[in-house]
């Protein structure tokens, strides 16, 4: 497990250091706040050749700060009224601590929604990796002000994931104020153990965790394994460790066995196929029969029009759909080649049938096998 602890840090080329609200608004540790911290100990992962991106919370904590209030607001317009006043403050933060250690950073702010558009996707994906390329750090929040996914159960945990597989990184750590992964509830259990490693994210039974969020932030660890979840079906590892502590990305990247390792899925999706599955917003069904269904799940085949019975939503060319059975269990997910109403048109045909009623034919799949992921 030491060994492959060791390659996996020392395969880690580009890594997402993902720094939650509670780690925010801590008070500095022996003078240096997590900025400065942050600051240089990502100075040092860079000089050994490391790309690095921010995915940042805290601006709902430091704009409960700036203006006063006893704490966060409930109502979710007014945590994004108080997101907009933070956010400024936070970059500052940023700004001014990695200016003193030598470096510049970007403010990138994203929401799921654009990353479920394709071009988009490959947009952010583009001005990422050319700061990552100029040698800057990218610091990502979630748009509060046109989404509220994360202020809402989140912390931004889910947006690391989906950072992870937008810069294709190897390593996700995620800076909380825990140690990482328990056995049970740690606050309510003085025996409670910290997992040094989860080896397969999928068969581990989270539900049995402890899920409450923190005061300053929403997301609990339930949020943060779902996110190791989809880093590892992306390929990446992911560390939950403590961001209070000093120092630990250095002692995470010295081979210490500080936090909870998530060990990535060796039979990764592509990232094209991790967008599918995790990034896209799905915009319709397809309902398909037992025969065809057997066929994507067994043999690896594509989804012909003679396999499927029915078709709801509403959704052009090139957008992704839930692939159901008949009832209206999702096995699979999809780009499809054609639209819903075209699929309306063409649902349990022959593929030689498809010009005689369309007048065309696109392809003779409606989704193709490298289009499709199955879940
Ligand atoms: N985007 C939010 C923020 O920066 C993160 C989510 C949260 O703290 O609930 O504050």
């Not at 720094?19 to 600051?39: K, N, Q, W």
């Not at 950073?105 to 700061?131: I, M």
């Not at 025996?191 to 040094?196: C, S």
């Not at 989804?303 to 992704?320: A, H, R, Y």
Request: charged residues 25%; neutral net charge; contains cysteine.
């Amino acid at each position: 497990m030491k060994d492959h602890r060791k390659a996996i840090l020392k395969k880690a080329r580009r890594v997402v250091v993902k720094v939650g609200s509670a780690v925010v608004a801590a008070p500095a540790v022996e003078g240096r706040d997590i900025f400065s911290r942050l600051a240089f100990e990502i100075k040092a992962l860079k000089e050994t050749g490391r790309e690095v991106a921010i995915v940042s919370s805290g601006a709902i904590a430091l704009g409960v700060r700036k203006l006063g209030l006893k704490e966060r607001p409930i109502a979710i317009p007014e945590r994004q009224a108080v997101a907009a006043v933070g956010q400024g403050s936070l970059m500052a933060c940023y700004e001014e601590a990695f200016s003193r250690a030598g470096s510049h950073v970007a403010q990138v702010l994203l929401t799921h929604d654009d990353l479920g558009s394709r071009k988009r996707f490959l947009n952010a994906r583009n001005t990422l990796t050319t700061l990552l390329k100029f040698g800057i750090v990218p610091v990502i929040n979630e748009n509060d002000t046109v989404a509220v996914e994360e202020i809402k159960f989140g912390d931004n945990d889910a947006l690391s994931a989906l950072a992870t597989n937008l810069i294709e990184a190897d390593l996700l750590i995620i800076l909380s104020d825990i140690d990482g992964l328990f056995d049970k509830d740690p606050k309510a259990f003085k025996d409670a153990q910290k997992l040094r490693f989860v080896e397969d994210v999928d068969a581990a039974g989270f539900e049995l965790l402890n899920g409450s969020a923190n005061a300053l932030g929403t997301g609990g660890i339930k949020s943060k394994c779902e996110a190791a979840r989809k880093a590892a079906h992306y390929g990446a590892a992911t560390i939950i460790a403590n961001g209070n502590r000093p120092g630990i990305l250095t002692a995470i990247f010295n081979g210490e066995d500080a936090g909870t390792l998530f060990f990535p899925k060796e039979d990764r999706l592509t990232s094209k196929k991790h967008w599918i599955a995790f990034s896209a917003r799905p915009s319709g069904r397809v309902f398909v029969d037992d025969g065809a269904k057997e066929a994507l799940l067994a043999k690896g085949k594509s989804l012909l029009p003679s396999g499927i019975k029915d078709v709801d939503g509403t959704f052009e060319p090139g957008e992704v759909v839930h692939c159901v059975d008949m009832a209206g269990m999702e096995f699979a997910r999809g780009l499809s080649n054609y639209s819903s109403s075209e699929i309306q048109k063409i649902k349990g045909m022959k593929t030689a049938e498809l010009v005689q009623v369309l007048g065309y034919k696109v392809f003779d799949e409606v989704i193709h096998r490298d289009n499709l992921v199955v879940l």
